[in-house]
């Protein structure tokens, strides 16, 4: 499956943004999707995910209430709504994905086979 992440840019603190990540390939409804983000010169870090068909979701409890995943299967699309940006949600944010994942390692990176290329967020005044 391939993973294309899109819909980065320069938000003011208290904004909102909407991240897409578009999957070709074929995913299958096992299929288990995240979000992960990595700062300048920080590990690579877990933000949310949405586990297989069941729609399950999970959050780092730094976005909790102010982020939602989504997806919608008829456009292959996965989604990420940030509402309330802060300075410390800038980041590379990528998209992920593998039919291999179980419920307990979604907020691992190692869990997932697939990754988009990443796009940037960026949050400042």
């Known amino acids: 499956v391939q993973l294309q992440a899109f819909g980065g840019g320069l938000v003011d603190p208290g904004g909102s943004l909407r991240l897409s990540c578009a999957t070709s390939?074929?995913?299958?409804?096992?299929?288990?999707m995240a979000w992960f983000r990595q700062a300048p010169g920080k590990d690579r870090d877990f933000v949310a995910a949405?586990?297989?068909?069941?729609?399950?979701?999970k959050y780092a409890d730094s976005v909790k209430g102010r982020f939602t995943i989504s997806r919608d299967r008829a456009k292959n699309t996965l989604y990420l709504q940030m509402n309330n940006l802060k300075p410390e949600d800038a980041a590379v944010y990528y998209c992920?994905?593998?039919?291999?994942?179980?419920?307990?390692?979604?907020?691992?990176?190692?869990?997932?086979?697939?990754w988009g290329q990443g796009t940037l967020v960026t949050v400042s005044s």
């Open positions: 992920a994905g593998s039919n291999r994942v179980i419920l307990s390692s979604v907020a691992y990176s190692s869990a997932y086979a697939d």
């Open positions: 390939g074929g995913a299958s409804s096992s299929y288990t």
């Open positions: 949405i586990f297989r068909s069941a729609g399950t979701t």
